[in-house]
């Protein structure tokens, strides 16, 4: 999903970063306070982080016959909340764009909007809103990374065409949501399906601190099993 | 079902779906058009509009060798974090147990 280096006019670079400083800063606060609170957290945001990492630089062929990757932010997103996805998110972008020249020091501020921003906040909605509903952890996460995924890239494909709408920004969108969405549907299914993986051995081993951070509820007969951990 | 035999297919059908496009693009390659990143694609898609990119990178991978090599850091500093967090609870959750 990454605009490459340069190719956004500086208006628009400079317009992205404004809305996606305000947002990494409140991030950072919110890290800030959930490790404060919940020290033992530390473990799954790095986790979160990690995912990130791999999952972002996994290249996988789609079947439209080009190249992407997944995102990872879905997990983050779910766990801690958009504005945490989005630290994360700056984090991994930026070690490629500096390292690996993929995405760009210009064009960072629009690339942590599309992958950091809203494909976190359409994961941590579809996420919470389906586990309100009564739908089980797992399928509520394997349609928060999908859809965050997706999101991302349909995000970058609107971020295009706003800053290239040639002839019209309709027809721009189009071509840039046939390279970059068309491509990601199987990439946002598989990452959906790596994210249920992941999220089984989350909950698997971390269900009391998962439910304290508010992202799992857990029936109350297994909660008499298994021990209850302090509240400090 | 157990999670583990779930997690198990799971990660088959992620493997499927990685190889499906290998298989029905078999024999084609960059030379074609195919297989190369999305990114370049849109990159391709505005310079037809005769958009010149203002700024590059300060820094590139040298060659292909040195890009995966970066790549496959990447993969690792992120496999290696998961790895050990996963495996400290699994040793945790066992100790608990005996």
Redesign the interface.
Known sequence: ???????L??IWCLFWYILSIPVIAYGIIRIKKVTEETPESK?LL??S????????????????????HPTGNGLGAAIFGPAVAAVLATIVLL??????????L?TLGANVFSMGIIGPLVAWGVYKGFTKSGISAAIAIFFAAFLGDLFTYVT?SFQ?AMA?P?PTFQAALT??LG??AI??I??A??EG??T???W??LT???PRLLEKLNALKISSSSKKSSEVSGDS | MS?RN??II??I??AI??I???V??SG?GEDQ???????????E??EE?G?E?????F???PSGEI?SL???L??A??????GY??G???G??KNKKE
């Open positions: 999903m990454h605009i490459m280096e340069g190719f006019p500086p473990s790095a986790v982080g990690a995912f990130m990492f791999v999952l972002s630089s996994l290249k996988i062929p789609s079947v439209t016959g080009s190249c992407s070690f490629q764009a500096i390292l690996l020249a993929h995405g760009g210009t970058t295009l290239f040639e071509t840039f390279i970059f491509t990601q199987p990439l299914i598989a399906l790596l249920v993986v992941i089984d051995q698997k081993y971390k | 999670t779930r997690d799971l990660l059908l992620v779906i990685a499906a496009p290998m029905m693009y084609l058009g195919y297989f190369s990143g999305s990114d370049g694609a849109a990159g898609a505005i509009l958009y990119p203002w700024f590059s990178s820094w590139e991978p890009e970066l790549f496959a990447q993969a500093i992120g496999a290696i974090i998961i967090f996963i400290y609870w699994r945790a959750s």
